[in-house]
């Protein structure tokens, strides 16, 4: 139930001393409420002055607000600290993330991402406000109750010490198998999320191919299998409650009998009977709550685990390898020696890759679908290191090996400040904020004035299209907003670009695979010449670009098996004409442009 990681987040064991200390005097108060109750029914079955009975009312009075005032206070305190905890593990977690790159939002599915950053961090500041307040009420209020009511009644106490480890036990047992049923639930949600995310940024192609509506099954099968999963953790909800009411009341009734029986037979007083009878169901609350409350924590603690995974997910080191990168210019050089990474599983990675670049070279990485293109791009972008994926190690098992250098200075991997400040970088499918377009194309420099976005989306070939809007540049785009081509997301990500003038290293990955031919060929039209002055650096699987590329790496399986010029690679690379042969088809109508 608690993440024993819980006491390595900042502040926690100062909230807990505090949170211990107001538990241990709201339990003397409750103990004082039993206290003057029990004494004013004695007073009452006694038949004395009524007079006598208004100061045992003001301190039962006095001690059940004092009771709601600490609960508040405790209530208060909690949730400041757990919103405070909470917010700051949302800033950590975003923020590992853009340093991890897109290659971990990949690896972990976006709508798993999106629901963590969501969803996941009110269910983990709920945990925490309900765990710290639950665990301290079932650590110190019963102790304090047991040790009185033993003292006023041994039998009693005795009966109540014996049936709380049974209660432990048969929670602990339900316990588990929530626990289990909870991580299939969250497991699900997160498949469900996964799913439906992709569905949406998918639903354009779908519609397309026409297999909208057959696909709309698979997302109700994935919602069927996770209300499935939910019903189930409903129903070890509601037996362990059961479990936990039946046993606690018994134990009450028990005691009943047992003091019933002395009072008859005159061996007991009524204060001490009084006294047992009032506080053993507050000394079963406790316990009681914290079941309750169990199951509606188990979300967060789950959310929980897997957002401290992500953050002991290991950083890059030595980001500031690379001394100094002022510009990069016609001179500059960038080079692999023996490049390698793999993934875990029997994914191709890269492997012993080998090549140079220099100035404002256009070079194209092209291979299959899975030969490694996108791998190597991301390394070049630092979004992934050398080595393995399962290694914590940023080069796999030689931590001090060099294969990159950027000119002729020795780097262990890409992830360099001052060389990803040079870079940008366009995907197969730009994200689009939720957002006004000129906030969009503002992405690397939200300082731009007006006319440097206006220029930038000239440049990139859709102001036009944006002074035909009514709101022009406000006009608000994305999730809830105006729906926009996969053609003019690509310009909008490449008017971002445009934008920021210091970026003169180009990375782009595939970005034109999903656009017809008509699109890309006038995507295609306004982004050449822009590639002037530009370290280009293009994975891709569309022949026509090869025109207009200085150097091409042909890869197979993870590794280089060609490179050179394109003239040259035609006429002597086996490997290079059957990559040819295998990719010619649709977009012949595009290989003279």
């Known amino acids: 139930?608690?993440?024993?990681?819980?006491?390595?987040?900042?502040?926690?064991?100062?909230?807990?001393?505090?949170?211990?200390?107001?538990?241990?005097?709201?339990?003397?108060?409750?103990?004082?409420?039993?206290?003057?109750?029990?004494?004013?029914?004695?007073?009452?079955?006694?038949?004395?002055?009524?007079?006598?009975?208004?100061?045992?009312?003001?301190?039962?009075?006095?001690a059940?607000?004092?009771?709601?005032?600490?609960?508040?206070?405790?209530?208060?305190?909690?949730?400041?600290?757990?919103?405070?905890?909470?917010?700051?593990?949302?800033?950590?977690?975003?923020?590992?993330?853009?340093?991890?790159?897109?290659?971990?939002?990949?690896?972990?599915?976006?709508?798993?991402?999106?629901?963590?950053?969501?969803d996941g961090i009110p269910e983990t500041q709920n945990y925490i406000e309900l765990i710290l307040i639950k665990i301290l009420n079932m650590m110190i209020i019963p102790i304090v109750l047991l040790v009185y009511i033993w003292v006023q009644h041994?039998?009693?106490?005795?009966?109540?010490?014996?049936?709380?480890?049974?209660?432990?036990?048969?929670?602990?047992?339900?316990?588990?198998?929530?626990?289990?049923?909870?991580?299939?639930?969250?497991?699900?949600?997160?498949?469900?999320?996964?799913?439906?995310?992709?569905?949406l940024r998918g639903l354009k192609t779908l519609q397309l191919m026409g297999?909208?509506?057959?696909?709309?099954?698979?997302?109700?099968?994935?919602?069927?299998?996770?209300?499935?999963?939910?019903?189930?953790?409903?129903?070890?909800?509601?037996?362990?409650?059961?479990?936990?009411?039946?046993?606690?009341?018994?134990?009450?009734?028990?005691?009943?009998?047992?003091?019933?029986?002395?009072?008859?037979?005159?061996?007991?007083?009524?204060?001490p009977a009084m006294v047992a009878l009032i506080l053993a169901p507050e000394y079963f609350m406790p316990i009681r709550e914290f079941g309750s409350d169990y199951h509606a924590t188990l979300n967060g603690k789950n959310a929980l685990t897997a957002i401290l995974a992500v953050l002991a997910a290991p950083l890059p080191t030595q980001t500031d390898a690379l001394t100094a990168l002022p510009a990069w210019t016609s001179t500059s050089t960038i080079s692999a020696q023996d490049l390698s990474f793999q993934y875990s599983g029997k994914r191709a990675g890269v492997t012993r890759a080998t090549f140079r670049f220099q100035g404002f070279e256009k070079v194209a990485i092209i291979g299959a679908s899975g030969a490694g293109k996108s791998t190597l791009l991301n390394l070049l972008g630092g979004f992934l290191q050398p080595g393995n994926a399962d290694s914590d190690q940023v080069n796999g098992e030689d931590a001090t090996a060099m294969p990159f250098a950027i000119n002729g200075q020795p780097l262990p991997h890409l992830a360099q400040e001052n060389w990803q400040a040079h870079l940008s970088y366009i995907p197969q499918d730009p994200y689009i904020f939720a957002a006004s377009i000129a906030a969009n194309i503002r992405f690397y420099r939200p300082d731009a004035d007006d006319e440097a976005v206006q220029q930038a989306a000239d440049a990139a070939g859709i102001l036009t299209w944006i002074q035909t809007l009514p709101t022009g540049f406000a006009t608000r785009i994305g999730e809830g907003g105006r729906g926009i081509s996969?053609?003019?997301?690509?310009?909008i990500a490449l008017a971002r670009t445009l934008l920021d003038t210091d970026r003169s290293i180009w990375l782009f990955d595939e970005p034109t695979a999903h656009l017809d031919i008509e699109t890309e060929?006038?995507?295609?039209?306004?982004?050449?010449?822009?590639?002037?002055?530009?370290?280009?650096?293009?994975?891709?699987?569309?022949?026509?670009?090869?025109?207009?590329?200085?150097?091409?790496?042909?890869?197979?399986?993870?590794?280089?098996?060609?490179?050179?010029?394109?003239?040259?690679?035609?006429?002597?690379?086996?490997?290079?004409?059957?990559?040819?042969?295998?990719?010619r088809g649709d977009f012949d109508a595009l290989a003279e442009k």
């Open 521 to 583: 060929a006038a995507l295609k039209d306004t982004m050449v010449p822009l590639f002037a002055g530009h370290l280009v650096i293009f994975a891709t699987h569309r022949l026509h670009w090869l025109n207009q590329m200085d150097w091409v790496l042909v890869m197979q399986a993870g590794q280089v098996v060609a490179q050179g010029r394109p003239a040259d690679l035609a006429q002597t690379s086996d490997a290079y004409h059957q990559l040819v042969h295998e990719m």
């Open 211 to 271: 297999i909208s509506r057959q696909y709309a099954d698979n997302v109700y099968q994935v919602s069927e299998s996770y209300r499935k999963q939910t019903m189930g953790v409903l129903k070890i909800a509601m037996l362990s409650s059961f479990a936990m009411d039946f046993f606690a009341t018994l134990s009450i009734a028990v005691i009943a009998v047992f003091m019933g029986v002395d009072l008859l037979a005159g061996k007991l007083a009524l204060y």
């Open 486 to 491: 996969g053609g003019q997301a690509q310009r």
């Open 64 to 118: 059940y607000a004092l009771r709601q005032g600490l609960t508040w206070l405790k209530n208060r305190l909690a949730g400041h600290f757990a919103a405070k905890t909470a917010g700051q593990l949302q800033e950590d977690l975003m923020a590992h993330l853009f340093a991890l790159g897109p290659r971990a939002v990949a690896d972990a599915g976006t709508g798993n991402v999106v629901t963590m950053a969501l």
């Open 154 to 199: 041994p039998v009693a106490g005795i009966a109540l010490l014996l049936m709380f480890p049974v209660i432990i036990l048969f929670m602990i047992i339900l316990g588990y198998a929530a626990r289990d049923k909870s991580e299939t639930q969250y497991a699900g949600f997160q498949q469900m999320s996964n799913h439906f995310i992709d569905s």
């Open 1 to 62: 139930m608690i993440d024993k990681r819980l006491m390595r987040l900042p502040g926690m064991r100062a909230v807990m001393m505090m949170l211990a200390g107001l538990t241990l005097v709201q339990a003397f108060v409750i103990l004082g409420q039993g206290h003057f109750l029990a004494l004013g029914i004695v007073h009452s079955w006694q038949l004395k002055t009524l007079a006598g009975l208004w100061p045992l009312i003001g301190w039962f009075a006095a």
